[in-house]
């Protein structure tokens, strides 16, 4: 599901029951991480993983979202393989848990 509007995005999210959710931090009009944030507060999006893809000057934006609970990142150009990985990495751990 590709939402590029952060409020419906996070409605979405609060109402589906998704494996992950990425967060692009470049949203045009809003802060990334502001939707990260929220996703992190809300009780039915606590415990989904979230992966952040940012650029690679976006160094001190990604430490921030690491800090309050984002699980991992991407930077861009994001290879596939990688893309591929990470989620997978992220929903078994948070299958495992």
Do not use: K, W
């Amino acid at each position: 599901t590709i939402e590029p509007d952060p409020h419906r995005a996070l409605l979405t999210a609060t109402e589906g029951a998704f494996d992950a959710v990425l967060v692009s931090l470049d949203l045009e009009g809003f802060d990334g991480l502001r939707l990260c944030s929220q996703l992190r507060s809300l009780d039915r999006t606590r415990n989904v993983p979230l992966i952040m893809m940012a650029e690679p000057h976006d160094r001190a934006r990604i430490v921030r979202g690491l800090v309050f609970g984002v699980h991992d990142y991407l930077l861009r150009p994001v290879d596939r393989n990688e893309l591929v990985a990470r989620v997978r990495t992220q929903v078994r751990r948070r299958r495992f848990s």
